[in-house]
């Protein structure tokens, strides 16, 4: 697949998913910064002796220090090339859109690939498609994580949330009732320009990369482009704000991909999640106005035993009720519109921290932050089960 060449550097996720899962025996791409000469050496040597592929750089000679160093590894020989990184010390990140094509590989008959569409630098935004039980007219939830791209946390979230299921299914009780009943789509990089972006210029990126005509300022902020209440109060006209709106709804191929997905399936998908970082809030309908959703009670009682399960189990605090009013108006939001189309279950997550580290969340967080976010989705989506 073209599209592993372009490597979203991720957290390593051995160490993420605290499993080595991921060494199968398939293809890999492996993402490895050299950081002294000596494993310049070890990578030089890597690389002309063994039955890889360097992709990048063009050629060994110009393997240096501090310099992303792209390794195509076939499968039968991934053990050996691994192990002799790890015996030298040296680390490898795998690109989430190999990790997407391992499990969509991994797990032929319950993960299913759906390219929900591209993005404004074209990259396909893949969404995993969990059905690990057949039932007839089994109804749907979706979960995006990643639309604004300095988020890390997020991505991580949603390939724990695969992880988990699909490690857990038959296991765990609650994944397993959840599992039964419902479909789940997952879209793990919602904004994959950003997202890159973030790695490789400047980690404080938030927006798209959608160039304006008009101005020098790019990108628009995905989670303002949506179809309610469109750039009124909470969102800007300004392409340089970090809130700007777009030109017009779904103006960018980003939300446009996922309402026309949501559009299309609105029958079957009965909760909508959206993750972001950061501040440890459970968000609901509106955002958009001050006004309440119809179904306020049942969204706050669902928001309000998730925050309470999480403080239970992890001693840690989350604020939840309707977004305008919990922190702002905020108009154009994913999760506003979805509601509005008929999701009556529409959450937006900001997952931790409260801000000693905010958006630089460090990677020994992850795994709790993770948690704590799963335990808030096993509920609702239970609940949602159960009323619907
Ligand atoms: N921090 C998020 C944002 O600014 C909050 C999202 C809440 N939902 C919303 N529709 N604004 O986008
Ligand atoms: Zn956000």
Redesign the pocket.
């Known amino acids: 697949m073209t599209t592993i060449l372009i490597l979203f550097v991720f957290m390593n996720l051995d160490t993420i998913l605290k499993t080595g899962h991921c060494t199968d025996t398939r293809d890999q791409v492996l993402s490895i910064t050299p950081t002294t000469q000596k494993q310049v050496d070890i990578l030089k040597n890597v690389s002309s002796h063994y039955e890889t592929a360097l992709w990048q750089p063009v050629s060994p000679e110009y393997i240096k220090e501090e310099t992303q160093v792209h390794l195509f590894v076939p499968g039968n020989s991934s053990g050996i090339i691994k192990n002799l990184l790890r015996t030298h010390g040296i680390t490898h990140e795998y690109a989430i859109y190999d990790w997407i094509n391992r499990t969509t590989h991994d797990n032929p008959d319950t993960v299913k690939l759906i390219l929900v569409g591209s993005s404004y630098e074209k990259r396909p935004l893949y969404a995993l498609k969990l059905s690990l039980n057949n039932r007839p007219n089994k109804k749907a939830m979706w979960i995006d994580c990643g ?2 791209a300095r ?1 890390w946390v ?1 991505p991580a979230f949603c390939l724990w949330f695969v992880h988990h299921s699909l490690s857990f299914y038959k296991v765990n009780k609650d994944i397993t009732h959840i599992l039964d009943n419902l479909d789940v789509y997952v879209l793990p990089v919602l904004n994959p320009d950003g997202y890159k972006y973030t790695w490789t210029k400047n980690r404080m990126w ?1 927006k798209n990369r959608s160039q304006n005509n008009a101005n020098n300022c790019i990108g628009v902020d995905l ?1 303002r482009n949506f179809d309610a209440n469109w750039c009124t109060e909470g969102a800007s006209h300004d392409p340089c704000s970090e809130i700007y709106c777009g030109s017009f709804p779904e103006s960018e191929p980003e939300s446009q991909a996922v309402a026309d997905f949501l559009r299309s399936n609105k029958d079957l998908v009965q909760l909508y999640l959206s993750i ?2 950061y501040s440890q809030m459970l968000l609901f309908p509106y955002s958009c106005t001050l006004e309440e959703a119809e179904n306020h009670s049942d969204l706050l009682e669902m928001a309000q035993e998730a925050a309470q399960a999480i403080r239970r189990y992890y001693r840690n605090t989350y604020s939840y009720g309707p977004g305008g009013k919990t922190i702002y108006l905020a108009p154009g939001g994913s999760d506003d519109w979805a509601y509005n189309l008929g999701i009556k279950y529409s959450f937006t997550f ?1 997952l931790q921290d409260r801000g000693r580290y905010g958006f630089l969340l460090p990677t020994s967080h992850i795994s709790r932050a993770c948690n704590e976010a799963l335990i808030a989705v096993k509920i609702i989506a239970l609940k949602v089960i159960e009323k619907t």
């Open positions: 639309i604004h988020e997020a938030r989670n972001h970082s900001e």
